[in-house]
């Protein structure tokens, strides 16, 4: 079942993203220990996690109550790197919104052996399971780095970028040649079991992802068309990357 905001602006997705955090949190934390937040990186979230910061001071949520989990790092890169998602995380998310930084995590922060996937796994399962996911989408249609061809069972495993992913992501480094090009990723089965999702799109070359991920095939070729057997997903797009969507009229909830 799915609910699509379409936004004019990433500062009105950003808020209505922290408003759908900040209620599961409460809702959580109301009947449970800690709310579980699967947290993710990229350019996309950004205005959602400012947004965050500023809401969460002013709601009931225990800040240090919340249990955080990246979707996915980079393997091929040092810890203390600028671009790493663990220093990412940190930079965008720990910090801002005073998390406890033990109780954030990121895939291989660990120690990068073969168990570290499974290690991962396990750690999500042992805190209970992901309340709600934060997701955005790859022009490629991946959802964390769960490239075209992945399993949608998949669980957490050491993946391969896409060369088009590399791409992409190139202009956080300063060539072409220092992208990584492998990652350990959180697997699309492992993200279905989140309770809640919530997948966030800006931009015209987001159009197509999306919309294929909405409206088209259920298919391995495009990863992120999995959410569209998920109970419960929230998708906030702006104009241009909702422009492609036909059938968002019959979707669970349409909000302009
Ligand atoms: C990255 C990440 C994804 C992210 C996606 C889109 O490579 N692994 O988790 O959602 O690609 O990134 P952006 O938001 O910068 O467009």
Request: proline residues 4%; glycine residues 8%.
């Amino acid at each position: 079942m799915t609910s699509l905001y379409v936004v004019d602006t990433l500062a009105e997705g950003g808020q209505i993203g922290a408003e759908e955090i900040v209620e599961a949190a409460v809702r959580c934390q109301r009947v449970e220990g800690d709310f579980v937040l699967g947290v993710s990186t990229g350019s996309t979230p950004g205005s959602t996690w400012r947004a965050l910061a500023g809401r969460l001071g002013e709601s009931s949520v225990d800040t240090g109550r919340i249990q955080a989990f990246a979707l996915d790092e980079y393997l091929d890169i040092e810890a203390d790197h600028p671009e790493s998602y663990r220093a990412v995380v940190r930079r965008q998310i720990t910090l801002p919104l005073g998390l406890n930084p033990e109780k954030v995590r990121c895939p291989g922060d660990d120690g990068r052996d073969l168990q570290a996937p499974q290690r991962y796994e396990q750690a999500i399962r042992d805190a209970g399971g992901i309340d709600l996911q934060v997701l955005g989408i790859g022009r490629n249609g991946h959802i964390a780095f769960n490239e075209p061809g992945s399993s949608l069972a998949s669980r957490c495993r050491v993946a391969a970028l896409a060369e088009q992913t590399r791409q992409d992501n190139s202009r956080f480094f300063s060539s072409q040649e220092e992208v990584p090009r492998y990652c350990i990723t959180q697997g699309i089965g492992t993200i279905m079991q989140a309770r809640q999702l919530l997948l966030i799109a800006y931009g015209t070359a987001k159009a197509e992802a999306l919309a294929a991920a909405l409206e088209g095939p259920i298919t391995a070729a495009v990863p992120a068309s999995a959410i569209q057997l998920h109970p419960d997903v929230v998708v906030v797009a702006d104009r241009s990357a909702a422009s492609l969507l036909v059938h968002s009229a019959n979707y669970s909830a349409l909000r302009l």
